[in-house]
């Protein structure tokens, strides 16, 4: 098993709204990422928790807030957004120390800010 | 600086035939590889790696392999079939911190294969 899932599928927002995206996994992955992609371009890396402690911010805007309550589950809280952070965000994941190297990607969640 | 470069945008093949993807890279500290393919609106999907002390991985179809001097790889798909199409990207491995790792990607080829 293999999968990433995440919600909401879809999910638009104005400008002054708070909302959260969620992702899960149930691999026993202790890696976990946020990716964004914008259309005809690679995913952009966001965050990186390992081990539930955030490893790496790629400079992120605060308006960005991620969240990991456990190995499990990886939160983005998204607030005051701009009409140019619509995209695609993926959560993806990957075993861990002595676990092997390949991210595994959920289906995304397409967010388009009005 | 693009560290990962496929300098095809996009491929057209016919279904049965082969289809290679290019991709190459700069930073020689790269030590592994990986292959993702993607449909619109959804996320990408494993299809295949190598390690840098290999220079062939072979699954099913899929092969990919590996030429550090030149700093290359390609992946070959054969034979090609319809639920190919798709934009396949290549990944390297960057770096690893606490056993999390950061991939740098290419910026994808389209590939459509013509029944």
């Known amino acids: 098993d293999t999968e990433v899932t995440q919600t909401p599928k879809h999910l638009v927002m104005g400008m002054t709204n708070k909302k959260s995206l969620k992702c899960e996994q149930h691999?026993?992955?202790?890696?976990m990422y946020w990716y964004k992609q914008k259309a005809k371009k690679p995913p952009e890396l966001m965050f990186v928790?390992?081990?539930?402690?955030?490893?790496i911010n790629e400079s992120v805007p605060s308006r960005f807030s991620p969240e990991c309550p456990n190995s499990s589950l990886l939160n983005l809280h998204l607030h005051a957004l701009q009409p140019e952070d619509s995209a695609l965000y993926l959560c993806?994941?990957?075993?861990?120390?002595?676990?092997?190297?390949?991210?595994?990607f959920g289906p995304g969640t397409r967010l388009t800010v009005l | 600086d693009q560290q990962v470069k496929q300098n095809s945008p996009s491929l057209s093949v016919q279904e049965g035939r082969i289809s290679i993807l290019n991709c190459d890279y700069t930073n020689s500290m790269f030590d592994y590889f990986l292959w993702y393919k993607k449909y619109p609106a959804e996320g990408p999907t494993f299809l295949i790696s190598?390690?840098?002390?290999?220079d062939k991985n072979e699954d099913g179809r899929f092969t990919v392999f590996l030429n550090k001097s030149a700093k290359h790889l390609s992946l070959h798909i054969v034979p090609s079939q319809p639920g190919d199409s798709a934009v396949y990207f290549c990944a390297a491995r960057g770096f690893l911190i606490q056993g999390a790792q950061k991939l740098v990607f290419g910026q994808g080829t389209r590939l459509t294969i013509n029944p």
């Open positions: 993806a994941s990957s075993p861990g120390l002595a676990g092997g190297y390949t991210q595994y």
């Open positions: 190598i390690s840098s002390i290999k």
């Open positions: 928790y390992s081990y539930e402690k955030l490893s």
């Open positions: 691999m026993g992955h202790r890696a």
